[in-house]
């Protein structure tokens, strides 16, 4: 008589009849993350607010006070999650995880549009912040959500641009330290795709969205990227902490020079 032997049991990796698996529900968790810090982005980034009021360090803008977009504490997010998705998934996880961003982006704009041309109820006040009536209630909605058109599509040029460019960046450096030094690859990738994703968005929203002189217009890009740069330095620790978490709970073997994404 043959004894039944037990099942080994499932792998958090391994596809399981009618269940998702706990790497698909982890990467549709990025995914989505992904997607509504993107969208985040394209709605607070109209605002410019300013970095060091009183005047800065004598090497940032010669001391004085920098203008930057809001868009800076939200946009650094989305290269750290296409660089961890890029290291566990692979570059077509990556891929599709931009063109949802896209999609998704896209998706807010049309509903932007429509929102904005809905009439404003009589009712829609608030007198305590100084909106008395309905009209000027629609003009400051639509001074927040109508700049973000231009935004969006100086933004989505941009961002297909960095962000494909990212991930190509990413797999380029992996292979050139045949999977050693992930800060190489991480850093490697996001300052270039920086450097071109704060270019196109602040040339083209800055100049024509707000009008501003080109000189003006480059010293928010140069204070933004150099901005950019310190955060992309500053999230290296974060990318090797996030790897390590999702390699433990995904049942990963670790790894410090993997030739490939393991989930690929």
Request: with cysteine; proline share 6%.
């Amino acid at each position: 008589m043959t004894i039944p032997q037990p099942h080994p049991p499932s792998s958090p990796t391994a596809p399981t009849a009618g269940r998702m698996t706990r790497a698909d529900a982890t990467y549709t968790v990025l995914a989505a993350s992904f997607a509504v810090v993107l969208v985040l982005t394209n709605i607070v980034g109209t605002k410019l607010f300013v970095l060091f009021p009183g005047g800065g360090p004598s090497w940032l803008n010669g001391g004085e006070p920098v203008t930057l977009t809001s868009g800076i504490i939200t946009y650094p997010l989305t290269f750290w999650l296409t660089d961890i998705v890029s290291e566990l998934w692979g570059r077509r996880r990556a891929d599709l995880m931009v063109m949802l961003g896209f999609g998704m982006s896209l998706l807010m704009l049309g509903i932007l549009h429509v929102a904005v041309l809905l009439p404003a109820s009589p009712f829609w006040t608030i007198p305590d912040l100084g909106f008395a009536t309905a009209d000027e209630m629609q003009g400051a909605f639509v001074a927040v959500f109508q700049n973000p058109k231009l935004l969006l599509f100086s933004s989505m040029l941009a961002y297909l641009t960095a962000q494909l460019f990212d991930v190509r960046l990413y797999h380029f450096w992996w292979r050139v330290t045949k999977g050693r030094h992930m800060w190489i690859r991480n850093n490697g990738s996001t300052m270039i795709s920086q450097l071109v994703d704060t270019a196109i968005v602040n040339g083209i929203f800055l100049r024509w969205g707000f009008g501003m002189e080109w000189d003006a217009v480059l010293q928010v890009i140069v204070a933004v990227y150099l901005c950019k740069v310190a955060l992309a330095i500053a999230d290296t620790p974060l990318l090797y902490l996030g790897r390590a978490v999702l390699r433990r709970f995904l049942g990963l073997s670790a790894s410090d020079a993997p030739t490939s994404a393991p989930l690929a």
